[in-house]
């Protein structure tokens, strides 16, 4: 056999192992996940319980009442008010799932909670699903060639391109549904005057976490997709990956916007002030799972791989954080857990956590956040 014939047997044997194991993945079926004992997928049961324990007894330690959490939270900030749906929160709650298969859980997994800035991380897959769609021909395109109702408008606005919106890094300046960006986490030590009057950043070099301006990015995705954010995440990824029909995903009283005649709601990115998505935590495990699986569930290709290595490249402006989804590595990074894991992130403790590397899965609600670096270290150390 000549080295030409060798090389392609040694191709053809690669291809079909990687297609053989990609076949053999676990997918579960809608209402139900089979569980396993730790150590038969080779974790240390032990160590395990111990990580489970630690999530339990490390409960967020804000109310139990979102709206005093939230107002408490948030009481800094000028003209914060709650705009949209908020309820009352459960207890401590969690999976881990291991080669797609759940070892361990705790509290009421099927319980529908807010989850805050996690909801960031599903706007993103809208988006990846609008620039599939060819909706965005380029993420590098000025979004005021999109949306042109003003709202990018300006010498500052008009610059800002969809990456700087996905990657928190627009300064994006204005008033969308009451609210103005500036005085959404204002700098410390400021005051109205000097918020009002700041001294704009370039679009792309100054990263600044403010739930407006995620706002104006579901605001865009709205007018660029023409269709309710909700149905569509529902459409093309909710009902395909067999999530239940309990979650449901809301913006302002005052977001009501008017599409070809239609009257839509303009979601919340976030519940920082109300809304955002409200879901259980089997369903925020399904979504973690078909990112575990790079995109794919079961023979279908749902978000491009593309769009993976593109959302989880760090920014420039913050090497922790890529498009809406979390990096480990940079100043955030959780010593002991590699830096090959991503996650989603929101207020009280709520995180869906990839670790590829290791095929794990981890989701927690009301963990204090604080200790989610200790408690992952744990969870590794049983992997």
């Known amino acids: ?136 021909r380029n993420v590098n395109d000025k979004v005021g060639d999109y949306v042109w109702d003003g709202t990018f408008e300006g010498s500052h606005n008009s610059k800002i391109t969809w990456e700087h919106l996905f990657q928190q890094n627009s300064d994006w300046s204005g008033e969308l549904f009451g609210m103005q960006d500036w005085a959404d986490r204002p700098e410390r030590g400021g005051n109205v005057n000097t918020w009002s009057h700041r001294e704009l950043k370039e679009p792309g070099t100054f990263f600044k976490y403010n739930d407006v301006r995620v706002n104006v990015l579901a605001y865009s995705l709205l007018q660029v997709i023409r269709q309710p954010l909700p149905s569509f995440l529902k459409e093309r990824v909710m009902d395909k990956i067999g999530a239940s029909d309990t979650w449901r995903w809301f913006g302002y009283e005052s977001s009501w916007v008017t599409v070809d005649g239609y009257k839509m709601q303009s979601v919340s990115g976030g519940g920082h002030s109300g809304g955002g998505i409200f879901i259980n935590t089997m369903d925020h495990a399904r979504f973690g799972l078909l990112f575990l699986r790079n995109g794919k569930w079961n023979n279908e290709q749902i978000v491009s791989t593309e769009w993976i290595k593109m959302m989880r490249n760090p920014s420039k402006t913050n090497d922790s954080y890529g498009y809406l989804w979390w990096l480990n590595q940079g100043a955030r990074k959780w010593e002991g857990v590699g830096e090959t894991v991503y996650y989603a992130a929101g207020f009280g403790g709520n995180f869906i956590i990839i670790d590829e590397k290791n095929d794990l899965l981890v989701v927690t609600r009301w963990l204090e956040p604080s200790k989610v670096g200790e408690f992952m270290k744990l969870v590794t150390q049983a992997m």
Do not use: C
């Open 1 to 136: 056999m000549n080295k030409y014939r060798l090389r392609i047997l040694v191709i053809s044997i690669f291809s079909l192992l990687v297609s053989f194991r990609a076949s053999s993945q676990y997918f579960p079926e809608k209402g139900s996940w089979e569980k396993k004992n730790a150590t038969s997928v080779k974790v240390n049961q032990k160590n395990l319980e111990k990580a489970v324990e630690f999530a339990k007894s490390n409960e967020y330690s804000g109310s139990k009442d979102l709206r005093i959490a939230t107002l408490e939270s948030f009481a800094s900030e000028p003209y914060h008010e709650i705009a949209g749906p908020v309820k009352h929160r459960g207890g401590p709650a969690g999976l881990i799932i291991k080669d797609g298969y759940i070892i361990a859980d705790w509290g009421d997994v099927e319980r529908v909670d807010m989850t805050f800035s996690v909801t960031k991380s599903y706007l993103s897959t809208v988006a990846a699903l609008a620039w599939q769609d060819k909706k965005i």
